[in-house]
């Protein structure tokens, strides 16, 4: 028998805060690295929700109510949270994307993918451009 379990861990913080009576202004205590917001959530959650969102085409609306769903609804992430994950995770592939460009306009053949349809039948032309070590050249 196979089973499918989902589970919520939560770790909370809690901070002495500090009041200074001359000042009248209020000071917390560190909060340790990568806890900024007041709900920080960890990349199991992000990328699942990126992958439901992007990969398995589903609506950001439902990908929310589909998490909320799976923690019984302990769990609401806003609508901005998951609109901001493709953004948040293409940042953090900039150079692989760069060093896959570069490699492609650096390699001897180019490949070029068109599809066509034509009279009701669908033709895959696939064109190759061969590059000269001339054109890296400075003039």
């Not at 340790?32 to 920080?40: I, Q």
């Not at 806003?78 to 896959?100: C, H, I, N, Q």
């Amino acid at each position: 028998m196979a089973g499918f379990q989902v589970y919520l861990n939560v770790r909370e913080y809690h901070a002495d805060v500090y009041y200074n009576t001359k000042t009248g202004k209020r000071v917390h205590a560190a909060f340790p690295a990568g806890v900024v917001d007041e709900v920080n959530y960890d990349g199991s959650i992000r990328a699942f929700l990126f992958l439901l969102n992007n990969d398995c085409c589903v609506s950001i609306d439902k990908s929310r109510r589909f998490l909320s769903d799976l923690t019984g609804g302990k769990l609401n992430i806003s609508k901005g949270m998951v609109s901001k994950l493709s953004r948040e995770f293409a940042l953090k592939t900039v150079p692989e994307r760069r060093t896959a460009y570069a490699d492609m306009l650096l390699s001897p053949v180019m490949p070029l993918n068109s599809n066509r349809q034509l009279a009701s039948s669908i033709y895959f032309l696939f064109q190759f451009a061969k590059i000269s070590e001339d054109s890296f050249r400075n003039s």
